[in-house]
């Protein structure tokens, strides 16, 4: 797999979640899908997505830096969205912050086999 492929994969991976599709996500997610050192499958993959947008219902995936790395990507996200109650433990309530995630991708077969994630939940703490 090349990097061109990879960031491609990717980008289809992140226009999936946008579009909440759901039964496409087998195409990008391992069947074993690790989070954080947390083995989680697809289902439990598919389930803390749902949820996210359960309790963000105006969530975007924005990629704003990507680096590709053969069997690795490496992501900034940027969102800027209002989670209706707590997020992260934060008492957010329908407020409209604006955050980024630090992310890395480990690809096996094509799909997302290991994530590591990392939320800046300081700047979030900022605007509260």
């Not at 990879?6 to 496409?24: F, G, H, M, S, T």
């Not at 924005?62 to 800027?80: E, H, K, T, V």
């Not at 989670?83 to 799909?111: A, H, M």
Request: overall charge negative; some cysteine; hydrophobic content about 40%.
């Amino acid at each position: 797999m090349t990097e061109a492929d990879l960031r491609d994969i990717y980008r289809d991976y992140i226009a999936c979640l946008n579009e909440q599709d759901w039964p496409k996500l087998g195409q990008f997610v391992h069947d074993e899908a690790r989070h954080n050192d947390r083995q989680i499958g697809l289902s439990g993959y598919r389930q803390m997505l749902e949820r996210d947008f359960a309790e963000i219902p105006d969530l975007h995936f924005d990629i704003q830096l990507l680096m590709s790395d053969p069997p690795y990507i490496a992501s900034r996200l940027g969102f800027n969205c209002t989670p209706k109650g707590k997020f992260l433990g934060l008492p957010v309530n329908g407020k409209r912050v604006s955050f980024t995630e630090n992310v890395f991708y480990e690809f096996r077969r094509e799909k997302i086999w290991q994530v590591w994630s990392v939320i800046d939940k300081a700047s979030i703490e900022a605007q509260l």
